[in-house]
């Protein structure tokens, strides 16, 4: 995990009691886990198949090629050597054989690929991802909209805070001294604990996919009105002509820019899949070549989680309500800031009040953001 991390925070001003954001919490991580994993696997998948397809025609082309020069030198040896008869059919007979094994090779061949294009097993190994919080703040919602960045929801108890430094050795710096004396103004002080933040992650997933005999994905679409796009789809692979049939759906995909045509028979997709590259009139009456991949579906097997800490970020524990939040909040981020108390640089900084509940969006961001 780098040192500098990023991560937003949402916050949720409601009576909801501890047990219901919990739950509000997993049914984020499992819908975001399973979203990533199958867009993962989409792509393994389909950089799989392609790679198995160009290796199964070579390996045909180089046999048929193999075959059709015995062939050849047969015959040419037949034309030529007619004197020789009982040498020729020994050699036509271990030709023969030849060509009963090339073929039985060709079919063992074909039958592998079209079990591993079906049915893929995979299993793929989450990669690590560091976690921190930003101070931003929002609501945390239902969303269906499907998100690359890796986002886990975290429950803030009242009376404590998040916050999150510039450098992890700060954060060592206040886990290490773990009770810290903070003054108010005047003869007000309280004493807060600081703790470690500890996030689930999934360790490792394990999906099951096949290939969906009714739906295809479409892709190297242009940037265009998302309605005509997907009327001007439909319409083109509805023709029998263009290898199509009957529609029951013409869905885009806004996180990826592709279309999943859903076909009422099953005999549709895979003979559309078959020709990878097809010309749509969709601009302006110009053709556009769009690729035709095949849809997998999939189901997580198995998942393995872990517990990961956030090696900048602390919590803050044990916070009185002795005075206004904002108030509080600034002079609590002022005390950590300064190098005497052990603090540093702070990135994020978010008080929640006894009496109130909150949510914590932890998300992970590229090095370059960070």
Same mark, same amino acid.
């Given at each position: 995990?780098?040192?500098?991390?990023?991560?937003?925070?949402?916050?949720?001003?409601?009576?909801?009691?501890?047990?219901?954001?919990?739950?509000?919490?997993?049914?984020?991580? #499992?819908?975001?886990?399973?979203?990533?994993?199958?867009?993962?696997?989409?792509?393994?998948?389909?950089?799989?198949?392609?790679?198995?397809?160009?290796?199964? &025609? !070579?390996?045909?082309? #180089?046999?048929?090629?193999?075959?059709?020069?015995?062939?050849?030198?047969?015959? #040419? &040896?037949?034309?030529?050597?007619?004197?020789?008869?009982?040498?020729?059919?020994?050699?036509?007979?271990?030709?023969?054989?030849?060509?009963?094994?090339?073929?039985?090779?060709?079919? @063992?061949?074909?039958?592998?690929?079209?079990?591993?294009? &079906?049915?893929?097993?995979?299993?793929?190994?989450?990669?690590?991802?560091? *976690?921190?919080?930003?101070?931003?703040?929002?609501?945390?919602?239902?969303?269906?909209?499907?998100?690359?960045?890796?986002?886990?929801?975290?429950?803030? !108890?009242?009376?404590?805070?998040?916050?999150?430094?510039?450098?992890?050795?700060?954060?060592?710096?206040?886990?290490?001294?773990?009770?810290?004396?903070?003054? *108010?103004?005047?003869?007000?002080?309280?004493?807060?604990?600081?703790?470690?933040?500890?996030?689930?992650?999934?360790?490792?997933? @394990?999906?099951?996919?096949?290939?969906?005999?009714?739906?295809?994905?479409?892709?190297?679409?242009?940037?265009?009105?998302? @309605?005509?796009?997907?009327?001007?789809?439909?319409?083109?692979?509805?023709?029998?002509?263009?290898?199509?049939?009957?529609?029951?759906?013409?869905?885009?995909?806004?996180?990826?820019?592709?279309?999943?045509?859903?076909?009422?028979?099953?005999?549709?997709?895979?003979?559309?899949?078959?020709?990878?590259?097809?010309?749509?009139?969709?601009?302006?009456?110009? #053709?556009?070549?769009?690729?035709?991949?095949?849809?997998?579906?999939?189901?997580?097997?198995?998942?393995?989680?872990?517990?990961?800490?956030?090696?900048?970020?602390?919590?803050?524990?044990?916070?009185?309500?002795?005075?206004?939040?904002?108030?509080?909040?600034?002079?609590?981020?002022?005390?950590?800031?300064?190098?005497?108390?052990?603090?540093?640089?702070?990135?994020?900084?978010?008080?929640?009040?006894?009496?109130?509940?909150?949510?914590?969006?932890?998300?992970?961001?590229?090095?370059?953001?960070?």
């Amino acid at each position: 995990m780098s040192s500098d991390e990023d991560f937003s925070l949402v916050t949720e001003q409601t009576e909801e009691s501890l047990a219901q954001i919990q739950a509000l919490m997993r049914n984020h991580k #499992k819908k975001y886990d399973q979203l990533l994993k199958e867009q993962k696997e989409l792509g393994d998948v389909r950089d799989e198949r392609r790679k198995l397809a160009q290796q199964f &025609q !070579e390996r045909r082309d #180089k046999q048929m090629l193999m075959i059709q020069q015995d062939k050849e030198a047969h015959d #040419k &040896q037949i034309r030529e050597h007619q004197t020789k008869q009982e040498k020729l059919l020994q050699e036509e007979q271990q030709l023969q054989q030849q060509i009963v094994t090339v073929e039985a090779a060709l079919k @063992e061949e074909v039958q592998r690929n079209q079990q591993l294009t &079906q049915q893929t097993n995979v299993f793929a190994a989450v990669p690590e991802r560091k *976690l921190v919080f930003t101070g931003k703040t929002g609501k945390a919602n239902n969303t269906e909209a499907f998100e690359m960045e890796a986002n886990v929801v975290y429950p803030m !108890e009242g009376g404590t805070a998040l916050v999150t430094f510039e450098e992890e050795v700060v954060a060592r710096n206040i886990l290490a001294l773990k009770r810290h004396h903070v003054d *108010l103004g005047g003869d007000c002080s309280i004493t807060v604990e600081a703790g470690p933040v500890c996030l689930m992650l999934p360790r490792l997933v @394990e999906i099951d996919t096949d290939v969906c005999p009714r739906r295809i994905l479409i892709s190297n679409l242009p940037a265009m009105n998302t @309605e005509s796009l997907l009327n001007k789809l439909e319409i083109h692979f509805s023709k029998s002509k263009n290898k199509g049939g009957e529609v029951e759906e013409c869905e885009l995909l806004p996180d990826s820019g592709t279309v999943v045509l859903t076909f009422i028979h099953q005999d549709i997709a895979q003979g559309l899949t078959e020709a990878e590259f097809h010309d749509v009139t969709l601009q302006q009456q110009k #053709k556009q070549r769009v690729r035709i991949t095949p849809f997998l579906n999939g189901s997580i097997a198995s998942l393995k989680t872990k517990m990961a800490p956030c090696p900048r970020t602390v919590l803050l524990t044990g916070i009185p309500s002795v005075m206004e939040q904002e108030n509080l909040q600034d002079l609590l981020e002022i005390h950590f800031q300064k190098s005497d108390n052990g603090g540093g640089e702070i990135k994020a900084f978010l008080y929640n009040p006894l009496g109130q509940s909150s949510t914590a969006l932890f998300s992970s961001i590229s090095e370059q953001d960070e």
